[in-house]
């Protein structure tokens, strides 16, 4: 949930730092960029630190460098010192989510763990949500650095709670470290879904971040009042929360992969609607929240997939690494929306672009599926 707040925030702070510094909302993307590079930092190590010092010394080192990297965001004076301390804050929100996942998933049965996973990922779109019933508030009253203040401080409040209730290590750890760990989640039967997860998760989150960095911005743009951007990045999350909620009950009775399928078909339906039509402003927060709703959900069922595909002792670095592929999307979905927004594009040309690897992301979950109804045949005939 604080991993979410503290990305959420910076998308709607980003247009008032723009006009604060001068610069056009295009000059932001290196800071949209860093956090998703630090993301992916933050994501390959969590597999290695997990294993070496355990779980709960993963969390802790994560909510502490995240915390302190948020406070010291608002301090920032400009473009550079801000993308410098969005990569540092990013590496320990990168690593906080592969942990509470695998943790999570570890200590519940396992008809119950695909479900779990999804549930805590879900937490980033709750801390979206709070992110944007907060920030207007804040920042109307303290100014944009109170966002960061409150975002900096609550991750450091969690440390003690975590040392209080997360064990010290909840999984036996994997012969070797490091390139075996990796290594491994390319072992017997692993090797096919793991490209495909990777795949499917770096398509995912390039129309995820596209959209979750620059629609605060493009909505503006189309006559969205300032003192609403931050309802916007909150309509896109709360969707996604909804979305993720409902999420959960159908994959207890489909299963993963064809819930998912059918959120990729709500979402390219989603950007149609958006994208076609023409819409008064006092409706932009309705259609955002119903791309949120079908592409957030997503995310976290990234998340499930990891978690029905590796074993205890994989499942961090497996989450961690497929998290990372995400994120190198999310690095390209922000860098290809600076352009088009530098280029001058509409905000409904911006969103129909991203019905291509919403397509893209239906076609993997459909192999995904079948691969994994191969498995599962196969399994019962040895049996």
């Known amino acids: ?47 290695r630190v997990s294993a070496q010092l355990g779980e709960r010394m993963a969390m802790i080192l994560a909510a502490a460098l995240f915390g302190l990297g948020t406070l010291a ?27 509470a996942v695998a943790v999570a998933s570890s200590v519940v ?23 944007g019933i907060l920030g207007g508030p804040l920042i109307a009253a303290y ?24 064990p010290g290590r909840i999984a036996a750890a994997a012969p070797g470290a490091g390139t075996s760990l990796v290594k491994a989640l390319f072992g017997p039967g692993l090797a096919l879904p793991t490209v495909l997860l990777w795949t499917f998760a770096f398509v995912i989150f390039v129309n995820a971040y596209a959209l979750l960095f620059w629609i605060p911005t493009l909505l503006q743009g189309i006559g969205l009042p300032p003192e609403q951007v931050p309802a916007s990045a909150a309509a896109f999350a709360m969707g996604g929360l909804v979305g993720g909620i409902v999420m959960i009950f159908f994959v207890a009775k489909w299963g993963i992969a064809r819930t998912l399928i059918g959120y990729a078909l709500f979402t390219i339906a989603a950007v149609l609607v958006f994208s076609l039509g023409h819409f008064a402003p006092a409706q932009l927060l309705p259609l955002v929240f119903g791309l949120g709703l079908g592409l957030l959900p997503c995310l976290s069922g990234q998340s499930g997939i990891s978690v029905a595909i590796y074993p205890p002792a994989l499942r961090t670095t497996g989450i961690g690494y497929a998290a990372a592929a995400g994120r190198i999307g999310s690095i390209a ?51």
């Open 1 to 47: 949930m604080l991993d979410g707040l503290d990305t959420i925030s910076i998308t709607f702070v980003a247009p008032r730092l723009a006009a604060l510094w001068g610069l056009h909302p295009s000059a932001m993307a290196p800071a949209f960029l860093a956090t998703s590079l630090g993301a992916v930092v933050g994501y390959l190590i969590a597999g």
């Open 143 to 166: 100014g944009w650095e109170a966002v960061f203040h409150v975002g900096g401080v609550l991750p450091l409040l969690m440390i003690p709670v975590i040392l209080a209730l997360i």
């Open 333 to 383: 979905g922000p860098a290809v929306g600076g352009i088009m927004v530098g280029l001058g594009w509409t905000p409904q040309s911006f969103v129909l672009m991203t019905a291509l690897p919403t397509a893209l992301s239906l076609v993997l979950l459909l192999v995904i599926y079948r691969v994994s109804a191969t498995t599962r045949s196969g399994a019962t005939a040895t049996a």
């Open 73 to 99: 965001t608002a301090w920032s004076g400009g473009i550079v010192m801000l993308s410098v301390l969005r990569f540092v804050t990013s590496i320990g929100l990168g690593a906080a989510l592969p942990v």
């Open 109 to 131: 049965a396992q008809r119950h763990r695909t479900g779990i996973a999804m549930l805590v990922a879900l937490g980033l779109s709750t801390g979206g949500v709070l992110a």
